[in-house]
């Protein structure tokens, strides 16, 4: 049997391997890997025979649903680019990303489609649009728009051959930056498909697994629920959950035997009442996005004794860096471990130099999972992925690595330790969002006069987000219940502010003329440690 080296091969080759297994489940919905693949092919040749071109982009912007994990196959098996969309997300920042990235076929439900229509005219590029069901009622499409059925679609397909090569772009993932607005990381076939192996070697998957979806499809640790399962042959259970006794629910029901959950989420679950013998399915538990709280890490423990921790950090611009294997957990639970296969990780100085033992340092990745860029912004760009200095050779092909712009240190036996980020960057929730991203909406409501965001930790979130503002200019008070309405109307539940505190303009400024955010948020802080 042939190795899978474009992103649908996965599917592909598990399919080929065992046709009749079990590969993904949602609801009362199963599919086998043949049922799966052949139809990641029919919706691929759809794609084809509406025109669908090498590189172009398919956004996907649904809920967890089977028709989701199709369409983000299908569209690279189809030569395409696909472009996950949080379904969190508002129609403003849906329509940004669509025009950014210059999106020719957007893939959603009518109920999604009715909220988008207001956006969907500044998307010049958009001509498609694949609808998973047929709409109860007429809507006016901006001119130039043709509306498809998925049912049709895969009709009329078309036979798809090999249209890309493993370094063609398969995805462009999209992340907060710091300027505010969203940044689109580029990633190829091989990125995916090693980050795949790569993590699937060493949490041991293997075709007899089942795993849970819990995370949103839209971040690189959701979507490796995917792929890790994909490559191993093992099957997917997706959940769109409300609460967390929702997730406990469905590790029972379905016998789950891997978990990846974000900080937040275990927290919660801590807080649960778990049924006796979890753990004799349950053969591991992963933790990304963020560092997992002692009392937590042994809450979990206790409650599944045979189950193994994996304790893991990554970023999107590399898939992920590194884990702590779980034999590591007692001697060293504050450590994020080591690099992950075929990865190597650096702490390096500003000059490019290796930090000694436990030297605070900028993490470095290079490897086969360092992603191509950001979408169109080519500073960005520059800033993240570098050549590694000191590391010439006579080939011609250069290697770029990832700066990932956040502070760790190596110990003597060499396991690194987490020590901060070097931006201003809100992480609540598993999310990484932008201060100013906040900002920009609490301007646009006019009940502000200036306003800075910035997180402050929180035992629950990691991070919630606290906002400074001044009364609008034309006087008088911040209508409160007005701002925190217009947050909710504009923000996913995870960006708006947990406390507004009003002070008398204008706030300090820094000497480049900026709002100062860190002697702002450092008196906060201080004011939050000071006792009572």
């Given at each position: ?178 300027t505010g607005k969203p ?154 471990g080591k690099a992950i ?41 520059a800033e993240r992925y ?147």
């Amino acid at each position: 049997m042939s190795d899978s080296y474009l992103l649908p091969d996965l599917i592909r080759v598990a399919a080929a391997r065992a046709p009749g297994a079990p590969a993904l489940i949602h609801g009362e919905m199963s599919l086998s890997y043949g049922e799966l693949d052949a139809a990641v092919q029919a919706f691929a040749g759809g794609l084809a025979a509406l025109g669908l071109q090498r590189g172009e982009r398919v956004a996907i912007y649904l809920d967890k649903r089977v028709e989701t994990v199709i369409a983000s196959f299908a569209a690279p098996a189809a030569g395409g680019v696909f472009v996950p969309l949080n379904p969190l997300l508002k129609a403003d920042q849906i329509g940004f990303i669509l025009d950014n990235c210059a999106v020719r076929m957007l893939v959603t439900s009518p109920e999604r489609l009715s909220l988008l229509v207001p956006v969907l005219g500044s998307c010049p590029s958009l001509r498609h649009i694949v609808l998973t069901a047929a709409l109860a009622e007429p809507m006016a499409m901006p001119p130039g728009l043709t509306v498809h059925l998925w049912q049709d679609l895969c009709r009329a397909a078309t036979s798809v051959g090999r249209r890309s090569i493993d370094t063609d772009m398969a995805a462009i993932l999209y992340t907060s930056g710091s300027t505010g607005k969203p940044k689109g990381v580029v990633l190829s076939h091989r990125n995916m498909v090693a980050g795949a192996k790569s993590v699937a070697s060493y949490l041991g998957n293997h075709a007899g697994d089942t795993l849970l979806a819990a995370l949103p499809l839209s971040f690189d640790a959701g979507f490796s629920q995917l792929t890790t399962a994909f490559h191993s042959g093992a099957r997917v259970v997706l959940l769109n959950y409300l609460v967390p006794r929702d997730v406990l629910k469905a590790v029972v029901k379905h016998r789950v035997t891997g978990l990846t959950a974000v900080p937040p989420l275990y927290i919660q679950l801590t807080q649960l009442e778990w049924p006796a013998g979890v753990d004799e399915h349950l053969r591991y538990f992963a933790n990304t996005g963020g560092r997992m709280p002692r009392e937590t890490l042994d809450s979990l423990r206790a409650r599944v004794p045979r189950s193994m921790p994996f304790l893991m950090y990554g970023l999107t611009e590399a898939f992920r860096s590194t884990y702590l294997p779980p034999e590591e957990v007692d001697r060293r639970p504050d450590s994020i471990g080591k690099a992950i296969p075929n990865a190597e990780i650096l702490v390096l100085r500003p000059d490019g130099s290796e930090c000694d033992t436990d030297e605070p340092g900028e993490l470095v990745h290079r490897g086969a999972l360092v992603g191509m860029g950001y979408w169109n912004d080519t500073e960005k760009t520059a800033e993240r992925y570098k050549l590694l200095p000191g590391r010439d050779s006579a080939l011609q092909l250069p290697e770029y690595a990832v700066f990932s712009g956040d502070t760790v240190r190596r110990d003597a036996e060499g396991f690194l330790y987490f020590v901060g980020r070097n931006d201003e960057m809100i992480k609540t929730s598993g999310y990484r969002i932008s201060p100013t991203e906040i900002e920009e909406v609490l301007y646009a409501t006019r009940l502000v006069g200036e306003c800075v965001a910035f997180g402050v930790e929180h035992a629950v979130l990691g991070q919630a987000v606290h906002v400074i503002a001044t009364p609008p200019p034309n006087g008088g008070e911040i209508d409160m219940a007005a701002l925190m309405q217009q947050c909710r109307v504009h923000m996913p539940a995870y960006m708006v502010p947990a406390a507004v505190e009003v002070r008398a303009g204008p706030l300090p400024r820094n000497p480049n003329g900026k709002i100062d955010r860190k002697l702002l948020s450092t008196e906060v802080l201080a004011r939050m440690a000071a006792p009572t």
